[in-house]
């Protein structure tokens, strides 16, 4: 499987920011999505994650209120909107799947990484 994030770029506080990730080589209906981002010097963390159907989400308590993913099957592609971004939100974001119903929360889930979107939030 294969995952190509997009979307990423300058913003100023306050801002938003929409990612999108496609995923090519199999049957999206069949994966599990989540989001997790890496800040400089620190590990890679959860951010959001939606079932394969797109009836569960969840998000990282950082991120609840601000972010919201979703998903179109249709166009085998998984969204993370982000609103009234903070400084603290600077990261790489990356997108990840998992060939489950259930989508993974921890890194050492994950089936299939993307190669990661580089978002900064700065005046």
Not at 73 to 93: F, G, I, S
Not at 109 to 121: E, P
Request: with cysteine.
């Amino acid at each position: 499987v294969q995952l190509q994030a997009s979307g990423g770029g300058l913003v100023q506080p306050g801002g938003s920011l929409r990612l999108s990730c496609a995923l090519s080589g199999r049957t999206f209906r069949h994966y599990a999505m989540s989001w997790f981002r890496q800040a400089p010097g620190k590990e890679r963390e959860f951010v959001s994650g939606i079932t394969r159907s797109g009836g569960i989400t969840d998000y990282a308590d950082s991120v609840k209120g601000r972010f919201t993913i979703s998903r179109d099957n249709a166009k085998n592609t998984v969204y993370l909107q982000m609103n009234t971004l903070r400084p603290e939100d600077t990261a790489v974001y990356y997108c990840a799947a998992r060939a489950s119903s259930g989508y993974s929360t921890e890194t050492t889930d994950v089936g299939s990484w993307g190669q990661g979107t580089l978002v900064t939030v700065s005046s």
